[in-house]
T-cell receptor, first 112, second 111 residues
């Protein structure tokens, strides 16, 4: 079985500051890992994914995440926050089957 | 390219009324299809998934049902809505790496 824990339900950052969203996973098989973003009243959009290969994954909108097997983590970062980054972010894990398990989500607010 | 559409986008229904939410996918064949629900402060809950026509798996016991009458059509239904059915419903399809592609969502308010 797979599960995800996102540390911190709310994160507030200043515009231009580092964004760091934490995600730890549990999986009985080598995982596929994903980060999604959701803006109000919209569906989820994929930011980036890790399946195999390079452990540092770059995604859209300047985000990146690093798969660390030894720490069972897949933290999401962005060097410089923009006002448009205000949204809810979900980490998800798949055991290479049909179903993703999602974390509870982290809401990001960006202060001017 | 693949697209996914859900409708209606917004729905306000009285308790005890029926429900039908529809989802269609274009640009892919034999997709795995999913219905998720987001209730306020409760993250994403997988309700149903389907690997083919007429094949539905339910993840949680509830007042809802799902059907897949065609390869790229997925319908979420209820005969009698409850207040607890309110939420944001998301349809999705998956690629062969498990990545999900989501529709725009349908917001249901049961009064």
């Amino acid at each position: 079985a797979q599960s995800v824990t996102q540390l911190g339900s709310h994160v507030s950052v200043s515009e231009g500051a580092l964004v760091l969203l934490r995600c730890n996973y549990s999986s009985s098989v080598p995982p596929y890992l994903f980060w999604y973003v959701q803006y109000p009243n919209q569906g989820l959009q994929l930011l980036l994914k890790y399946t195999t290969g390079a452990t540092l994954v770059k995604g859209i909108n300047g985000f990146e995440a690093e798969f660390k097997k030894s720490e069972t983590s897949f933290h999401l970062t962005k060097p410089s926050a923009h006002m448009s980054d205000a949204a809810e972010y979900f980490c998800a894990v798949s055991g290479r089957g049909y179903k993703l398990s999602f974390g509870a989500g982290t809401t990001v607010t960006v202060r001017a | 390219s693949q697209t996914i559409h859900q409708w209606p986008a917004t729905l306000v229904q009285p308790v005890g009324s029926p429900l039908s939410l529809e989802c269609t996918v274009e640009g892919t064949s034999n997709p795995n299809l999913y219905w998720y629900r987001q209730a306020a402060g409760r993250g994403l809950q997988l309700l149903f998934y389907s690997v083919g026509i007429g094949q539905i798996s339910s993840e949680v016991p509830q007042n809802l049902s799902a059907s897949r009458p065609q390869d790229r059509q997925f319908i979420l239904s209820s005969k009698k809505l409850l207040l607890s059915d309110s939420g944001f419903y998301l349809c999705a399809w998956s690629s062969n790496t498990g990545e999900l592609f989501f529709g725009e969502g349908s917001r249901l308010t049961v009064l």
